[in-house]
């Protein structure tokens, strides 16, 4: 096998301690050679120290969504401050975990961070997980949460002409994919504000950071991310749809603006990279920003990270930015 960078020579002193936090409390937290099940028991367990503490909310409520495959939970955020008769846009949040682990629990303190910096609701899917489900289904789940949003703004307490996704890693991937397939199939391209995108998948095969990073510190060695991509996908063919192969999709229409983030010792950076130099060829609208020492999932870590709370804060930020006010086809008479 081919030598690889000695990432941890590499990372940041705070990068250090969050690592040697995480060996602490899940030393095996990452490892994808035992059962599906005992990976996600060992990555909830991990991940229940950095959900602690964090913003409170003004109402906490979980939800199901009927989809062609049966019921899909979602967790609903409605950040304190405004009003609870108040409309609010919405951010639909998807979870990474290579599509293997995760659920809303997982990400709680990211998804409440965001509620509160952005003042919008945030609905997190608890899509089905692989190796049980194939693609697409949680794509097609996370487009049917969409779906129902659109169709009842009024029971959600939301804009449905405000739409936003986010997720990080495979979350990120399924956001966009979600995104080309609300263009693509259910022409509501138009009611997408923007995209937060962390440390995405996007479909490259092949790159400088995936032959140089990846270890048992992120758990993304090539073995496995070969074990998510056979989890995930149920042919070989599945890699090339443009829902999962984003860098070889149509990108010059209907996309929405795209905060994209990376880590700069994420074997997965080269695809944040390479979608964001892509993105500007067609003339959309993104900002790309790599964080230097850090590692592929830092977003988690914002109890101990001063990176993670700069790229939330940073794409909160460029939510805002992005209000319908700044759409080129906003309405001027649009409240």
Not at 3 to 20: C, F, H, R, T
Not at 64 to 93: C, H, K, M, N
Not at 270 to 297: C, K, M, P
């Amino acid at each position: 096998m081919a030598e690889k960078l000695n990432v941890p020579g590499l990372w940041s002193a705070e990068m250090g301690q969050v690592i040697a936090k995480q060996n602490e409390l899940a030393g095996d937290a990452f490892a994808t050679d035992v059962t599906p099940a005992q990976m996600r028991e060992n990555y909830d367990t991990e991940r229940a120290f950095w959900n602690e503490g964090g913003p409170q909310m003004a109402r906490t409520t979980d939800r199901e969504v009927a989809t062609a495959y049966g019921a899909v939970s979602v967790r609903q955020y409605r950040p304190a401050g405004p009003a609870p008769q108040d409309t609010l846009p919405v951010i639909v949040f998807i979870h990474g975990g290579g599509w293997v682990v995760g659920n809303p629990t997982t990400h709680d303190r990211i998804t409440r961070i965001l509620a509160d910096s952005t003042k919008a609701c945030v609905v997190s899917v608890d899509y089905t997980l692989s190796p049980e489900a194939k693609y697409p289904q949680a794509l097609n789940e996370c487009v049917a949460v969409v779906r129902a949003l659109v169709d009842a703004p009024d029971e959600w307490g939301i804009d449905a002409d405000d739409i936003s996704l986010a997720g990080d890693s495979g979350g990120a991937s399924l956001a966009f994919g979600v995104a080309l397939h609300l263009r693509d199939e259910e022409k509501l391209a138009d009611r997408l504000r923007c995209m937060l995108l962390y440390y995405g998948i996007y479909g490259l095969t092949d790159s400088a950071s995936r032959r140089l990073l990846g270890g048992p510190w992120d758990g993304l060695g090539d073995d496995d991310l070969q074990y998510y991509y056979n989890a995930y996908f149920g042919s070989p063919e599945d890699v090339s749809s443009p829902w999962f192969n984003v860098v070889g999709a149509d990108l010059g229409h209907g996309v929405p603006p795209c905060y994209m983030a990376a880590a700069a010792l994420d074997p997965l950076r080269d695809d944040s990279r390479t979608l964001a130099a892509q993105l500007g060829l067609a003339g959309v609208t993104n900002q790309y920003e790599e964080f230097a020492g850090v590692i592929h999932g830092f977003a988690h870590h914002t109890r101990m990270l001063s990176a993670a709370r700069r790229l939330l804060a940073h794409s909160a930020q460029f939510f805002t930015d992005q209000g319908p006010d700044q759409r080129p086809d906003a309405d001027p008479a649009r409240p």
